[in-house]
């Protein structure tokens, strides 16, 4: 059964730090791309991040993150990490990972990630 399972959410102060986990059973890393999207409350899903593990860990993220997250991955665990670091009351949101098999594409807007996704952590930034 392919399963993917977030962890690691929680309440920080802004400008702390957080890692988020998202544990990938059933499959290999290597054979999909992984994304971690966030939806806030009344606002539409957005993406975060991705990862392409086989295209040489071609990693995207959406302008707000840049220079505050990194995602990574640990094949050896089957495990994709956000670390997210200098975090705002802006980046409150529930967090999901998805992934989508991988088509060759490498770049992250190729994928429409429809194939698997977590059930979310909750992360919130307080003022």
């Known amino acids: 059964e392919v399963q993917l399972v977030e962890s690691g959410g929680g309440l920080v102060q802004a400008g702390g730090s957080l890692r988020l986990s998202c544990a990938a059973s059933?499959?290999?890393?290597?054979?999909?791309?992984i994304a971690w999207f966030r939806q806030a409350p009344g606002k539409e899903r957005e993406a975060v991040a991705c990862?392409?593990?086989?295209?040489?860990?071609?990693?995207d993220y959406r302008d707000s993150v840049k220079g505050r997250f990194t995602i990574s991955t640990d094949k050896s665990k089957d495990t994709v990490y956000l670390q997210m670091n200098s975090l705002k009351p802006e980046d409150t949101a529930v967090y999901y990972c998805?992934?989508?098999?991988?088509?060759?594409?490498?770049?992250?807007?190729?994928?429409?990630?429809?194939?698997?996704w977590g059930q979310g952590t909750q992360v919130t930034v307080s003022s």
């Open positions: 998805a992934a989508d098999r991988f088509s060759g594409l490498l770049y992250c807007s190729g994928y429409r990630w429809n194939d698997y």
């Open positions: 990862i392409i593990s086989s295209g040489a860990g071609v990693t």
């Open positions: 059933g499959f290999t890393l290597d054979d999909y791309a």
